[in-house]
């Protein structure tokens, strides 16, 4: 295990206890990876336990995110690898099933709007509450390559969201670090409950 890889498996075992420690993962859900400097990635093996995770439960895939050794990846592992593909400055990909955006991503088929909020000013490249973003919402699909494709379609001619939601299923967010993208994350689960709460006293 090089230095570089420790290091991220280390900081990905730290997430996981952060994330599962307010419900955002629960039983197996989720999947978290870090790119290493080569485009290998630092990822989560399928069915891990997000909030007990050890140094084994982090394995090392190449680019194609097809693992070195007879461990098995995250079954989504081919939606990291097309975040990485398109967006060039993403080093952390983290998805969680958290109660908020999975509620919301079936109330809401096709994008979330989020518009107004002072919270958005989290979200790198906005410096006023006065904007709205979209987050696209995809239909379920256990086909993840196909999936993937989808996504890959929707970036190539909408630009890259700040992140997007899977019906029933959570959401996908991304940063240049860890720091970022747990942000990210906050800001989401803030925000998604203060558009459900509005629906229910609309």
Same mark, same amino acid.
Request: hydrophobic share 40%; proline share 3%.
């Given at each position: 295990?090089?230095?570089?890889?420790?290091?991220?498996a280390?900081?990905?075992?730290?997430?996981?206890?952060?994330?599962?420690a307010?419900?955002?993962?629960?039983?197996?859900?989720?999947?978290?990876?870090?790119?290493?400097?080569?485009?290998?990635?630092?990822?989560t093996?399928?069915?891990?336990?997000?909030?007990?995770?050890?140094?084994?439960?982090?394995?090392?895939t190449?680019?194609?995110?097809?693992?070195?050794?007879?461990?098995?990846?995250?079954?989504?592992?081919?939606?990291?690898?097309?975040?990485?593909?398109?967006?060039p400055?993403?080093?952390?990909?983290?998805?969680?099933?958290?109660? %908020?955006?999975?509620?919301?991503?079936?109330?809401?088929?096709?994008?979330?709007? $989020?518009?107004?909020? =002072? &919270? +958005? !000013?989290?979200f790198?490249?906005?410096?006023?509450?006065?904007?709205?973003?979209?987050?696209?919402?995809?239909?379920?699909?256990?086909?993840?390559?196909?999936?993937?494709?989808?996504?890959?379609?929707?970036?190539?001619?909408?630009?890259?969201?700040?992140?997007?939601?899977?019906?029933?299923?959570?959401?996908?967010?991304?940063g240049? %670090?860890?720091?970022?993208?747990?942000?990210?994350?906050?800001?989401?689960?803030? $925000?998604?409950?203060? =558009? &459900? +709460? !509005?629906?229910?006293?609309?």
């Open positions: 295990m090089d230095q570089e890889f420790e290091q991220l280390r900081q990905l075992v730290s997430v996981g206890s952060q994330l599962a307010k419900g955002l993962v629960p039983a197996t859900s989720g999947n978290f990876s870090a790119r290493l400097a080569n485009g290998d990635m630092a990822i093996t399928s069915g891990a336990d997000k909030g007990s995770m050890l140094l084994d439960n982090i394995m090392r190449n680019t194609e995110g097809e693992s070195y050794d007879h461990r098995k990846p995250s079954a989504e592992t081919q939606l990291h690898v097309q975040i990485y593909r398109k967006i400055d993403a080093r952390v990909v983290l998805h969680v099933h958290s109660l %908020n955006g999975t509620v919301l991503s079936q109330l809401c088929p096709g994008h979330v709007v $989020l518009k107004d909020y =002072e &919270l +958005l !000013k989290v790198r490249g906005i410096d006023t509450h006065a904007t709205q973003i979209d987050i696209p919402v995809f239909d379920n699909d256990q086909n993840i390559p196909r999936l993937a494709q989808k996504v890959d379609d929707y970036m190539q001619a909408q630009g890259s969201p700040v992140a997007y939601m899977i019906a029933g299923h959570g959401y996908y967010t991304w240049q %670090n860890f720091k970022e993208t747990l942000l990210n994350i906050e800001a989401l689960e803030f $925000l998604c409950s203060c =558009e &459900l +709460l !509005k629906r229910r006293i609309m």
